[in-house]
């Protein structure tokens, strides 16, 4: 056996299995701090959603008192608004408290006064009347016609002119309750949820944050891109499922959600957030170095594997030339040992001789 091939062998086994350990141990530490700084990020992305659904719950609740508190207390709008074909002053009046409904809140859009009576809408901004069939909204015409009690509009576009775009509203519809007629009037509110939305993602400096409004069927009333409006939630999560742990590994960047309940409005808030797992940069020089050790690694195995391969033949002849001198040495060692038995017999004989000789000659001597 041939030790020096196996220390080399075992020497090769160790480095790889030594890279395979430190690959693996990369790897997971890779894979934690990436889930890690994911759950970080998906605890922010619910906090922003709960934010957003309490944003959007405080200022419409406002926007609510408000209304409630002009339809119970102000028992002079709806008499105004009675006589305001009598009297030019009452119908300014009317016009101008409308007005001021409107001023209430940077995100009531629209403030109109309804009569039943007369089946028309009065216009806080241009200051007339239309008929109902004429009303630009006809949706707030069928709830308020068909309902004498507090009641509110699905989110829907409205257009309130050729020349603007669509804006995304909300409106709430309040009776007055201190008018005596059986007719009746009606407060109607329209509540620009694109305004709103853009003033709560914007203050929170969340850009690139999309925000989807459900009901309880989870159906698409409001968002910030329109095409989604009417879409059912679970479709649009199924075109970014949450990250697999492989993902974590290999990508920093994606798409995450989070969802919030306003238990107020009967809304779901879900937010459709970008994310980025930065690695601290201590991080990205330990990888650096393990990148490097492991090409340095990879050339040395190569040029190691490169030079065996070529050496090969070299060693077999070098192994073939000291078997030939191996054999001859042998050989040679066999023919030495035959001559060197020969002349130890001939030196024993010999020596026996000149013994026999000397003892012979003494014999004659002594004779």
Known sequence: MNIKKVKKDFMIILSVLFSVLITIGTLL????MNSTSYQQLQAASNSIAIQTANGFDF???QIWEQIDKTAIYDDELATLASQRYENSTSAREVYSRLRNIKLGSPYITAVYLYSREENRFLDADKGCSYLAEDFLDPMIHDAVSSSRHITSVTPHLVQFSTAEESILCYTLIVPLLHYSNHTGFSLCIQVNLDK?????????QNSGIELYICNNENIVLAALTRSAIGEKIEQLEKQFPEPSPLSLILGRKGI????????N????????MPYEIKIPKIFNTYAILWLIFLVVLVITSM???????????????????????LKELLMD?????????DLQIFTDIFSRAIFAGNCHRQSAQFK
């Open 59 to 61: 200022a419409i609740t």
């Open 265 to 272: 409005l009967s809304w779901h808030f879900y937010i459709q």
């Open 333 to 341: 060692s066999y023919l030495n040992a035959d001559a060197a038995n």
């Open 196 to 204: 709103l939305c853009a003033d709560i993602l914007n203050n929170g």
């Open 29 to 32: 530490i890779m894979s934690i």
């Open 303 to 325: 040029v190691y594997i490169l030079l065996r391969f070529m050496m090969r033949p070299l060693q077999k002849a070098a192994l073939e030339l000291n078997e030939k001198h």
């Open 256 to 263: 995450m959600w989070a969802g919030a309940w306003s238990e």
